[in-house]
């Protein structure tokens, strides 16, 4: 009998075309996203070469990081599209130029279907079990909540993907991440994704695909999955997983490109065997209790920096190595924050929910609940609710969620990253403080100075209402 194998093992040993002696492998990608920032050059490679895109079929393109939020106009005859930002524009036209050319699928600014590549790429059933996908976008991670095995690539390896469908990569190493129990009232998705990062740390996954195992993640909606698999990156890990089941395969029937009729019953069919084997082994294993995760802030510069909202900032002299003592130090400078000051007395400015991690149906759904018969606190100067789709958008607006948010003063804008990384107009200003749902906390992510504190949807919605860090199982018990 075969060895026993991970879920990784199998699709990647279903996906190698060529084996090096060196372990370099040549790897069958079938689905490759592509969006403005990292596609201009791979495309302006392929010309200079005179080659064709191999797969066209196989690639979908959507502008998402320089889009402006706000309502989005074409100039004249359906000229290009009207961005201030000459960079941005620049970005914007060559992508639009680029798949006209290479007749690549695409999505524009002004399509119903537009949104952040990695909430499109599942929502159209582009994003399939089993699958290799890539982007030339670290956060391409996020898909392997469909079981496909998926990671981030540099704008070389978009070339190569663009032209081959294939990619050199190396095997990595398999790290379980193995949860047991319920989530508590008020914890969520972004919470226990948060503490796994807070245990690892930002390089633990390193070299790494993670595996999500558990009853825990067996629970979780897909929505939840995708918050969670998004941020597998922020752990350095190449890529994470959920093994497909039922519910996976309910979220992808019947959508745009999802296999139909007999197609699906089969595609159904081999997606149950993708399962890590009875006495597979992983390289190395994380297991959590469910019932230990409070809902959890940020208070530094690396999503790594994690504590419950019930906790402090911590001492930087506190911890172990001076490495970590420097940086910590460098963090509470930046963040304007001081050892020992409980996170609760944390006062923000601003607030966002959106991103790739957390701006989809569920996720607008836990932040209106809290935020429904309240309104944001006059401390706050600016609270953005940003869809991560066209179709999130709808869903949100068909249910009356975009009524509840303006109601409680927040704008409901078009969808895109958005506040999630400064490369469009919406950013924090220097010195000012960011309760936001993204995934990353870095030095100037939402602008220049900005101070960026990384927590979920609800408790995003509850620092609004108060205007500053909250505990949201406090403000709704
Ligand atoms: C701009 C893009 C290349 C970048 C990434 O790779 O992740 C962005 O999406 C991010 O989240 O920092
Ligand atoms: S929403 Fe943020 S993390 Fe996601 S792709 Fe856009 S910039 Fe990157």
């Known amino acids: 009998m075969a060895a026993p194998r991970t879920l990784y093992e199998k699709i990647w040993d279903a996906h190698v075309v060529d084996r090096r002696d060196d372990g370099t492998c040549l790897v069958y990608i079938d689905r490759h996203l592509v969006h403005e920032v990292t596609s201009p050059q791979a495309f302006e490679g392929l010309r200079a070469a005179g080659r064709k895109v191999r797969r066209p079929d196989l690639t979908l393109a959507v502008p998402d990081h320089n889009v402006p939020t706000t309502p ?8 290009p599209l009207l961005v201030e930002d000459v960079d941005s524009a620049a970005q914007l036209a060559a992508l639009e130029a680029n798949v006209a050319d290479f007749a690549i699928p695409y999505f524009d600014a002004t399509a119903p279907e537009q949104g952040i590549v990695h909430v499109v790429g599942p929502e159209q059933g582009f994003t399939l079990p089993g699958t290799t996908v890539v982007c030339g976008d670290s956060h391409t991670a996020a898909h392997g909540a469909l079981g496909a095995l998926a990671f981030g690539i540099g704008t070389s390896e ?4 663009l032209a081959t469908q294939t990619l050199l990569l190396k095997p990595s190493r398999t790290l379980e991440v193995r949860v047991e129990g319920s989530l508590g009232f008020g914890v969520s998705p972004k919470d226990l994704i948060l503490a796994i990062i807070g245990r690892l740390g930002t390089a633990g996954g390193t070299g790494h695909v993670i595996e999500y195992r558990g009853s825990t993640f067996a629970e979780m909606s897909i929505e939840g999955r995708l918050t969670v698999a998004n941020m597998s990156i922020e752990a350095g890990a190449r890529s994470g997983l959920f093994a497909p089941d039922e519910k996976t395969f309910a979220y992808l029937q019947g959508r745009p490109m999802s296999p139909k009729g007999p ?3 089969r595609a159904v069919e081999r997606w149950r065997t993708l399962v890590t084997d009875e006495g597979a082994s992983f390289d190395r294993s994380l ?13 530094g510069t690396s999503p790594e920096d994690v504590v419950p909202i019930t906790g402090a900032v911590p001492d930087p002299d506190q911890f172990a190595d001076e490495g970590k003592r420097e940086a910590a130090r460098r963090s509470l400078a930046y963040m304007g924050l001081s050892a020992g000051q409980r996170m609760e007395e944390v006062a923000v400015e601003h607030v966002f929910i959106g991103s790739c991690t957390n701006s989809r149906i569920e996720d607008l759904r836990a932040a209106a609940a809290v935020l429904q018969g309240r309104r944001r606190s006059a401390a706050i100067k600016q609270a953005l609710v940003v869809p991560g789709s066209g179709l999130v958008k709808r869903q949100a607006e068909a249910e009356g969620l975009d009524r509840i948010f303006m109601e409680a003063g927040f704008e409901w804008r078009e969808p895109g990253c958005s506040m999630c990384l400064a490369m469009n107009p919406d950013k924090v200003p220097p010195q000012e403080r960011c309760a936001s749902t993204s995934n990353r906390n870095f030095v100037g992510r939402q602008g220049p100075g900005a101070r960026t504190h990384l927590l979920s949807p609800a408790m995003a919605a509850a620092a609004a209402v108060t205007g500053r860090l909250t505990d949201v199982r406090e403000l709704v018990s």
């Not at 989005?72 to 000229?79: A, H, I």
């Not at 297991?287 to 208070?299: F, H, K």
């Open 158 to 161: 978009v070339e190569h993907v």
């Open 287 to 299: 297991r959590l209790d469910a019932s230990e995760i409070a809902p959890n802030v940020t208070w």
């Open 263 to 265: 197609d699906w019953d």
């Open 72 to 79: 989005r106009m074409r100039g004249s005859n359906g000229g």
